[in-house]
């Protein structure tokens, strides 16, 4: 019964960088002895207030850290949530990457665009594939989502095997390609695993999630019952098979297809190159040629479903979209849910679109692309690991997986709810978190990246909410007299020609402040901008009940 | 058949001034001759880009041109959107208002806050009740709401009757006072009803609005579930019903109720004293007093259910309330479901809730207040109306009532979906769009009302997205030539210190540009400020990709 020394001590660190306790920036560190392999390197897109960032990476100083040790990522699938800091975090540690064909189609086009084409390594995988890497090895077991080329992984390491699903649904009828590889799970279910990381999204919704080819049929009856209208259909870029689903229906109605908007052009330029996407000849046009057709021949398939300001759909709704104007006779389809936060904008822009006379059509024309309560339980059957670990999504969302598993006779002791940052070590004498590493949101914002942290957020929001007044003064070098000003200037604050009084009366107080000052001969500049920053900022809350920021500046000549 | 010629001219001007393709800010104009009643006089919330607007209060530019014709306030129950803008309409219209016995209440608590308790003046009035004023007579109903005292008003012009639903729900078993009193509706119908303007808040949802007493089944099996936890309920203040529910839960189980949060606490006073809660002895305890009793013998009933940051179930999610800790054996119930918009602050909570180790339940706790489709249906067939006029609610609710009226037989030219603005003209002989008045967004921010405009609100949203550069430098007079500077400043840009070389480049390109300027003897202010911004930002778009304001000052001396 005595195991080996090996066997005994060898313990495997599970880390999240993130992913944990949000949605989103998915990257997870898998450490044995002197390997380290990484899952998924995704971003997340910045919160409420993170004004003005365009996007949010992990923080790998972990990784930089260990950089001998890190042989390579492997990601699960091509969402922005799993591979979008690629181009960032590769330019710091530059491992080879693994995927799946698709996964790797779109991934090459980021990299590309970040001209690191020829300096990353990629590795395409098929599903049942072995790749091993260091003390590691890693199989590839096809699943389903709302993307294609989903994989969920199995990671052998000395210390046992873990599971990781990626996200993923079980979709029996997929659209393209095999349904979840079932039989897989459970196989590898019966060799005994250590752990299952199993996507917690949909852990709030009870049954079974719908088969993406359910929407088909509801995108076939709108086809039906609007033969008459041009129909427009808003979709994310990324779910190739809805739109597929679309295409087909255009065919079997006989509609010209228009693509509109960056990312859907792109993904479906990958998708249909390497097979992914069947397009009937000619059956795409440019927008350009949408004139030439009669609207009811005509379908538009478009970005913007979530309501995003720049996308077409809403260029459309507002009436700036260069090439596609809104008739009062067109069918537009919403083929999408909001994302929590986006419930706003995408009303807005149904809004603005039935202002113009369209008929909107956005409820029950989606599926989701995560597992739901019964599915969870089904991975969870077929897999039976000694310990489970929810993972992508926020903390209610791992809580309702962690009940999950308690329905299914799981102790608490054997159910693991991380936080990004936690080192997990797990063997099956037990697992425990024995430590934290550093975490953390990296802000990039244009070209800066990680330039912009809390200080200036902090500043961008007060900016935000009241404005600024900036104070100028010119003093005399020496003396410390008062040459010119104080000056204000302010932005953001109010509206200056209806508030001149307002502003009349504060230049007053500024003047007032800067006599009392040299009458007694305080030079110190600290101490003036002080008592400016003072009077000033007292004089505006008992006026206006605003607190905006104030800059004094002094110039010396 | 020759009416007379007052019959024949005489036209009911129909003026919503808010409220109708948006969510809030509900006041309607009703003009008959030289009379004019107004009906509501609500607020809004501020949109996500109207930046540091604390709230948004109608222009009522039209009703101050027309001072003279305007009789009376007429407001159909106490919510925000109904009676918010009453203090700052009524210093500039000092007309009476009326209303029924608790909106009246809620209306002099914030009339006392404004110091206008004495200037304006307030009757109640009761269902069934007539008030003669000008030429209109308005008779108060009995309906449902999601706060008690609520009213449809049937207004009686010589065009015709106008019966206005107020927001309503049809409750056959209201927790308090009576179910609306649909007969009336009917009577009213059988006299013959010129215009139905209905809530159309709900006209998107099928199928009949549950009663309010259906809540008080699942609060009594959430009190039954946790005998062992201490329980902390968020809901709406002034849904006092529901109060009212908790409270009888709270008996029931032998409990004793903390109040938190500073409307719940006003609006509980209120109704209590004015007989809309019953309250049994001793049941209230103030917060002070909970460690005084053990948790399972207390629940707490607090605001914040929207996820307000200020609010005290934020402060106690976040660990700054002062009073109340949350504990691991906490249970914690959302009674309410998130406004639009609200989605993401309130999952935040819910989160922050659970990392504490708090059970939170946070889904069917709750009822509409507004009438779905086959209510609205319901009242339709009661009132028989000549036209029908969708009210509250943006474009896509009022579209909504629009297809539901045209099922019931409307024809298009009988509905009439209006704008904010639009001068409806109608009588017995048709309805028509004829004109239209100022109306607008009046935003509040802190004393401030009006001050702040477009102009500032865009400075914000630039100030949230990139920051500021401020560039100073001081010029002799006379000579124009360059005694001090340019000097930089920023604030939002990016954090200054690991930003150094960029700055000091930024430096040199300003220090360049003058040297160019100086060269070409430019000494025009407006010249030098314009090529300082150009070349500045001209740079900072090169390196950054971001376009932050910035600010030319010139001192002279």
Redo the contacts between chains.
Sequence with gaps: MKKTEKQNTGKLKIIPLGGL?QIGMNITAFEYEDSIIVVDCGLSFPE?DM??IDLVIPDITYLKENIDKVKGFFITHGHEDHIGAIPYVLKEINVPIYATKLTIGIIDRKLEEHGMLKTVKRKVVKYGQHINLGCFRVEFIKTNHSIQDAAALAIYSPAGIVVHTGDFKVDYTPVFGDAIDLARFGEIGKKGVLALMCDSTNAERPGFTQSEKSVGKVLDGIFEDHRKNRIIIATFASNVDRVQQIINCAEKYGRKVAIEGRSMVNIISIASELGYLSLPDNILIDVEQLRSYPDEQTVIITTGSQGESMAALSRMANGTHRKVSIKPNDTIVFSSNPI??N??SV?GI??EL??KGAD?IFQDVHVSGHACQEDIKLIYSLVNPKYAIPVHG???HL?AQAKIAEQLGYDTDHIKILSSGDVLEINEDGAKVTGRVHVGNVMV????VG???N???R??????????I?V???LEAGSGQL???P?I?S?????VR??ESLMDEAKCVLDDTMERLTDNNVTDWGKIKTEVKDALGDFVWK????RP?I?P?I???
Tied chains: 1, 2.
């Design positions: 306790e409420d004004l003005g929590p936060g419930e706003k009303t149904i809004n039935m202002m909107v926020e903390y209610k809580v914002d244009g070209l800066g330039d912009v942290g200080i200036v957020l500043d961008r929001q007060r900016l935000a909410e009241d404005g600024i900036i100028v003064m010119t040459l010119a000003g000056d200037v932005r953001g604050f109010v509206y209806n508030s006026e206006t009940k605003r920021m800059i500046i110039m010396e000549v």
